[in-house]
């Protein structure tokens, strides 16, 4: 049976989804769960790659060291995302320090079974460079927005994804972090995101009660926020 959950949890990855089913048990034989507290972490910067952690539950915290020794967010991963999934080419080393900001629960994957699956099958060779070419095309809209969209805008289109595509055109959702994380994973200043909050809420009738969001109309909020975005809406990939 905790063969078969192991399976199942893979599965859950756009990337394992996509591999046959033999592919994906020959994963799972190597493959356990592990908890972690907030706080905990996972990898350091720079630090030769052992795993690859997919989320099944919670939610993961990427951050780069800066010059002065700070911490630059680099992003924050939920459920069915990949980390370390960079290792899987020279130098095989984390880019990122990555923790815990909830409890999470995570399948670890061996990088060596990885980095071998890579060498020795070609078709989970293609399909981890689909998925890398996938998350640069990402990554290359998130500068987009950056560009582009106002402050507001950048916190609807996160409440956007974090909404998916709600049925009866509601939104009723709590934050899965606190405001401040979600303020640096956005680029601003706390300040910055206190004033395009109160923007957002006035431009598009949004209502937070501390992490509680609810609006009676997401096409409002679709409206307003899609317009300076090249993506096509209901948005794909995470929430960040």
Same mark, same amino acid.
């Given at each position: 049976?905790?063969?078969?959950?192991?399976?199942?949890?893979?599965?859950?990855?756009?990337?394992?989804?996509?591999?046959?089913?033999?592919?994906?048990?020959?994963?799972?034989?190597?493959?356990?769960?592990?908890?972690?507290?907030?706080?905990?972490?996972?990898?350091?910067?720079?630090?030769?790659?052992?795993?690859?952690?997919? %989320?099944?539950?919670?939610?993961? +915290? #990427?951050?780069?060291?800066? $010059? *002065? @020794?700070?911490?630059?967010?680099?992003?924050?991963?939920?459920?069915?995302?990949?980390?370390?999934?960079?290792?899987?080419?020279?130098?095989?080393?984390?880019?990122?320090?990555?923790?815990?900001?909830?409890?999470?629960?995570?399948?670890?994957?061996?990088?060596?079974?990885?980095?071998?699956?890579?060498?020795?099958?070609?078709?989970?060779?293609?399909?981890?460079?689909?998925?890398?070419?996938?998350?640069?095309?990402?990554?290359?809209?998130?500068?987009?927005?950056?560009?582009?969209?106002?402050?507001?805008?950048? %916190?609807?289109?996160?409440?956007? +994804? #974090?909404?998916?595509?709600? $049925? *009866? @055109?509601?939104?009723?959702?709590?934050?899965?972090?606190?405001?401040?994380?979600?303020?640096?994973?956005?680029?601003?200043?706390?300040?910055?995101?206190?004033?395009?909050?109160?923007?957002?809420?006035?431009?598009?009738?949004?209502?937070?009660?501390?992490?509680?969001?609810?609006?009676?109309?997401?096409?409002?909020?679709?409206?307003?926020?899609?317009?300076?975005?090249?993506?096509?809406?209901?948005?794909?990939?995470?929430?960040?």
């Amino acid at each position: 049976m905790k063969r078969l959950m192991i399976v199942d949890g893979l599965l859950t990855s756009p990337l394992m989804a996509e591999l046959k089913t033999p592919l994906v048990e020959q994963i799972a034989a190597g493959c356990h769960t592990k908890e972690f507290a907030e706080g905990d972490v996972l990898c350091h910067q720079s630090d030769a790659a052992h795993s690859v952690w997919l %989320i099944l539950d919670g939610w993961v +915290k #990427l951050t780069r060291e800066t $010059l *002065d @020794g700070g911490d630059a967010v680099w992003d924050v991963l939920g459920e069915t995302h990949l980390v370390g999934l960079e290792t899987l080419t020279p130098p095989f080393t984390y880019t990122t320090r990555a923790v815990a900001v909830s409890g999470v629960t995570a399948l670890v994957i061996p990088h060596t079974a990885l980095r071998h699956l890579i060498d020795s099958n070609g078709e989970f060779a293609r399909l981890v460079l689909k998925f890398v070419l996938r998350q640069q095309q990402d990554e290359r809209l998130e500068i987009e927005h950056r560009t582009h969209q106002t402050a507001p805008q950048r %916190i609807g289109c996160f409440l956007l +994804k #974090l909404a998916g595509t709600p $049925l *009866d @055109g509601r939104i009723d959702l709590h934050l899965p972090f606190d405001k401040g994380l979600l303020a640096a994973r956005l680029g601003m200043q706390p300040e910055t995101f206190s004033r395009a909050l109160a923007k957002l809420k006035q431009e598009t009738g949004l209502r937070m009660t501390g992490a509680h969001v609810q609006m009676d109309d997401a096409d409002a909020l679709r409206a307003y926020t899609c317009g300076a975005c090249s993506g096509s809406y209901p948005c794909h990939g995470h929430a960040t």
